[in-house]
């Protein structure tokens, strides 16, 4: 049988289209955020998926912002710090690559365009190309975001042309109003698309966050949960804190006997050098 990973769990825990009109417990400053990012910790999550605020809820790349943010989580925690370069739909591809040039442990790197609810997510060939650059520049582990089933092959595109270096790992953000629906078949059919030794994680959106999770912890997938994909701890219920929803998911780990990472470990996992 397969070797099974421990479980890294990932705190999406700000994003960039969430509001604190539709959830009041959105961590939007750098210290709500180092303190959310420290309790995700602690209930187990061993990645900080990274969108930073400015003070009005405003989403933004700003240098400067995520300096001033990711200092707060290292000051307080462990956890690894994974930047976003996708920011909020609309973005120019500079604004969105100022937090790469941190060299922090890990960034995002969304592998096409596709439809966002009634927008559009662009991600053109040659962004891809230009932002795996930039990653490689500055020493940073990409994280292959995958909304729709395309997605892998222009990953994989980007790894036969030396863009990108294994380990790879991917995570499949499912349930996006526009791009690939969350269901098993569908995580099934995208797990199957990945070459030996890839690592993948999933993102259900909505009241998919937790059938998600679960399904990736029995295949021996990893999970990303948190407010920037699902405010709601169950039907009708907003979610107290992200650390709820990450707990949630460290209960369902220990049922199934799947010890969960430390992000040591996840940073052993994942090819990641500690800054
Ligand atoms: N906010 C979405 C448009 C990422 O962080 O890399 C894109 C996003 C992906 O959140
Ligand atoms: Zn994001």
């Not at 003070?55 to 943010?69: A, I, S």
């Not at 439809?115 to 997510?121: A, L, Y």
């Not at 060939?125 to 795996?132: E, T």
């Amino acid at each position: 049988m397969a070797r099974v990973d421990k479980l890294i769990i990932t705190a999406a825990m700000v994003g960039a289209e969430v509001t604190r009109e539709t959830q009041p417990n959105l961590p939007i400053t750098p210290d709500e955020i180092a303190a959310a990012a420290l309790a995700c910790r602690e209930a187990g999550a061993s990645i900080c998926h990274l969108h930073v605020r400015f003070d009005d809820g405003t989403p933004t790349q700003d240098r400067e912002r995520f300096r001033e943010t990711i200092a707060a989580i290292e000051a307080k925690s462990d956890i690894i710090v994974q930047v976003s370069t996708g920011g909020a739909v609309g973005m120019q591809p500079e604004e969105r690559l100022q937090p790469v040039t941190l060299s922090p442990e890990m960034a995002t790197l969304t592998c096409g365009t596709v439809n966002f609810g009634d927008e559009v997510f662009w991600n053109s060939p040659d962004l891809l190309k230009q932002f795996a650059t930039e990653l490689k520049r500055y020493g940073v582990r990409p994280e292959f975001e995958i909304f729709d089933a395309g997605m892998v092959a222009n990953a994989l595109n980007l790894v036969r042309q030396g863009f990108v270096e294994p380990p790879l790992h991917f995570d499949f953000v499912l349930g996006v109003p526009g791009a690939l629906p969350a269901s098993a078949k569908n995580l099934l059919y995208l797990t199957e698309l990945l070459p030996e030794g890839a690592t993948w994680s999933v993102a259900g959106v909505g009241r998919q966050q937790l059938p998600m999770a679960a399904l990736a912890v029995t295949l021996g997938g990893h999970v990303r949960v948190g407010f920037e994909d699902n405010i709601y701890y169950r039907k009708g219920e907003l979610a107290t804190s992200n650390a709820q929803l990450v707990a949630r998911v460290a209960r369902i780990a220990a049922e199934l006997d799947r010890p969960l990472a430390t992000p040591d470990e996840a940073r052993a996992l994942l090819g990641i050098q500690k800054r």
